[in-house]
């Protein structure tokens, strides 16, 4: 999926949070007024009085996010989470709750929370389509190793039985993807690939470079770098004994969309592509769209939206005219301080500057710096092999209004491949059905991944011919 880097106050609200003395497991409460955030955290102690731990946001099925810092100071629990610009002060109320208040910016709310066990914690975590074992095809490591030499690992599964089978390759969207390509608790690969597997086909996921079991170093990698590790995982999962190399394709979703057409334009032609919610249009654009769209889902008026996306316009801009990361950086700082600069209060300053440390973090780094700048016009004209393109009509950072005519458009211009589209009613950018297609909802969303398409995908896969042989 998309970075998401303007899912807005919600999601930065859980960006961190946690607390305790006792070691264990806690059940909390976040009461911000109109909403209520259900708060996890697991603390463990440390030598010399110190403690380490964990938070969840079982209402977005985010598990296992690592905390800054705790501490106690004059009797009660401190804890601080600098880049979310968060601080939450404890006391003990009895040995089996806590209750005080947590601090974002200018902002506090009422916070408390009760003793859990493992199993209560344990229980939020499944979802109904989450695979059971044993599973009735067979399961095999699977690894290669990358240009630089870094060793990516990953899972395959394919039928039982005699024979070969058509194969695919998983590629995830942005950010750090692990094999499943988890999000909020979901894990839309597993399930992807378990739906395939058991319908005929061989399936490979793996761990993108520097995340899970992979080698290598994912924060300076770019969708370039990303495109050369999938075209290596087409070819060795198409040279796998139980896998037929002329019956082979990638399924790329949202930047994973971006990746398959470069696979195809740079490295190896697979024999069928399924570009799941992928963008049509240059980057720039779709994600001062996406950010347009959530804020309207959140509530923000026009004039709020119009503020918002004009400020990152400008700092897209900047970054799109620099010729390199430093002068980039250079740009974006002079662009911020301006503003600061004009602030007296020091609450509004502390929470501009933690905004700030925020988009400078996001944003200025070689994955962004290649990928604002990217037009993916090039890479689809060259795509000759035949294409299943799926959106959901309510995605909100990848709209289907806008990318698929740009994807028609592209394709039409280019080499006319066999393209079938299918745009899904009430399905977001995840393939959930949805109320609003806010990103929001994703992890409040039972769901993971709508059976209907995955039966499109999978008949796509099952009725493809032989192709050339990839090698």
Avoid at 256 to 269: C, E, F, M, W, Y
Avoid at 375 to 394: A, D, Y
Wanted: with cysteine; aromatic share 8%; glycine share 8%.
């Amino acid at each position: 999926m998309m970075r998401n880097l303007f899912i807005g106050s919600l999601c930065l609200l859980v960006t961190t949070i946690w607390a305790q003395q006792p070691t264990g497991s806690w059940k909390g409460v976040l009461d911000a007024g109109m909403q209520k955030l259900n708060i996890n955290l697991h603390i463990k102690s440390l030598p010399d009085n110190k403690f380490s731990g964990t938070f969840d946001s079982p209402d977005q099925h985010a598990f296992d996010i690592p905390l800054s810092s705790v501490g106690l100071e004059n009797g009660q629990i401190v804890i601080t989470e600098t880049s979310g610009n968060i601080r939450m002060v404890l006391d003990f109320k009895g040995e089996d709750s806590l209750s005080g208040t947590f601090t974002q910016g200018n902002q506090s709310f009422p916070i408390w929370f009760a003793r859990a066990s493992a199993e209560q914690i344990e229980a939020e975590r499944r979802r109904p389509q989450d695979p059971e074992k044993p599973y009735p095809y067979v399961q095999e490591d699977l690894s290669f190793v990358n240009a630089n030499g870094d060793t990516i690992f990953g899972t395959l599964t394919y039928p039982e039985g005699r024979g070969k089978f058509p194969g695919v390759v998983l590629v995830t969207g942005s950010g750090p993807q692990n094999r499943n390509s988890e999000i909020l608790g979901h894990r839309p690969f597993l399930v992807l690939s378990d739906y395939l597997t058991r319908k005929g086909i061989a399936v490979f996921r793996y761990d993108e470079r520097g995340v899970g079991e992979s080698g290598g170093d994912f924060d300076e990698a770019t969708t370039l770098d990303f495109a050369e590790d999938a075209s290596l995982a087409l070819i060795t999962m198409a040279n796998h004994k139980k896998v037929h190399n002329k019956r082979v394709g990638i399924f790329g979703h949202s930047e994973g969309g971006l990746i398959a057409p470069i696979v195809n334009q740079k490295h190896q032609s697979p024999n069928f592509m399924i570009l799941a919610a992928t963008p049509a249009i240059p980057m720039d654009q779709l994600l001062l769209t996406q950010q347009a769209l959530v804020l309207e889902s959140q509530g923000y008026s026009q004039t709020q939206i119009e503020e918002h996306t004009g400020k990152f316009r400008d700092i897209f801009q900047l970054i799109q005219s620099s010729p390199d990361l430093e002068t980039a950086e250079k740009k974006v700082q002079s662009f911020f301080q301006s503003e600061i600069d004009q602030i007296d209060d020091p609450n509004t300053q502390r929470a501009m500057m933690a905004e700030v440390n925020s988009i400078k973090s996001s944003m200025l780094n070689p994955w962004f710096i290649f990928f604002i700048k990217y037009n993916p016009l090039e890479s689809l004209q060259s795509i000759e092999v035949p294409t299943l393109v799926i959106n959901g009509k309510r995605d909100l950072q990848v709209p289907s209004s806008e990318n698929i005519p740009a994807m028609k458009k592209a394709f039409s211009s280019g080499k006319n491949p066999p393209v079938e589209y299918k745009v899904y009613e009430n399905l977001n950018h995840l393939f959930q059905t949805t109320e609003t297609g806010a990103p929001d909802e994703y992890g409040s969303i039972d769901e993971t991944f709508n059976e209907a398409v995955m039966e499109d995908i999978a008949n796509f896969i099952i009725s493809q011919r032989k192709g050339k042989k990839v090698k």
